[in-house]
C-alpha cells in the first residue's frame, strides 16, 4: 500500500526489495498440467498451513534431490501417503541435500531412484495423476512408478517483484 515515489517524496534514495523465492517450478513435460501435479512451495505450503491433515492418496512421487526435494519426500510420509519414492537425474553421492535431511527420508523409510531422467507423466480419464515414466540417465533403462500426486522440488522463483517496483526480471523472476 505504499508506492517507491511516496517513498521518494519522504527522501528516500535507495531501496532494498526482498520478495524471495516464493514460487515453486515444475518441469515443462507432456502430462504436466494433470491434477496432482504440483511444486514443492505449495506442497510444503498446503501441508503446514492444514497441519498436515490434507487428504492424501496411496502412492507420491518427488522430483529433486536437494533439502527441499527430501523435505517434501518426509513430510509426504509423515501426512499418510503409503508408497513416497524420491527420483533424482544424478547419482545420490552428487545430491545437494545435507547428510541429515537424508538420513531423516531413510528413516521414515523413502527410497531414492537415482540417474533416472523425468519423461511422462500419465494422467486417467478424469485428468488426475496415475503414474509417471523415467528413462535412465547412463543406458536405457525404463522406470514407472505409480502415483497419485507428482511433486517438483526442482527449484524455485521469485514472484510478483516487478509489480512493486519497475524493475527488469529473468526467467526465474529475480531482479537483473
Known sequence: DVTLDALREQGFSAFLLCSGLNKGRVLNMKGSNLEGVTDAVSFLAQAKSKDGKINVGKSAIVIGG???G???GTTAKL???ENVRVVV???IEEMT???KELNYLHHVNVPIFD?????EIFGDEDNKV????FVGVNDNSKLLLDADIVIFAVG??????EKIAPVEVDNRGTVI
Request: glycine share 10%; hydrophobic share 35%.
Open 66 to 68: 536437494g533439502d527441499v
Open 70 to 72: 527430501m523435505d517434501c
Open 79 to 81: 501426512i499418510g501417503y
Open 89 to 91: 537425474r544424478c547419482p
Open 97 to 99: 541435500a545435507s547428510k
Open 115 to 119: 540417474n533416472f531422467d523425468s519423461v
Open 130 to 133: 496415475r503414474a509417471m515414466e
Open 156 to 161: 524455485q522463483m521469485s514472484q510478483g517483484i
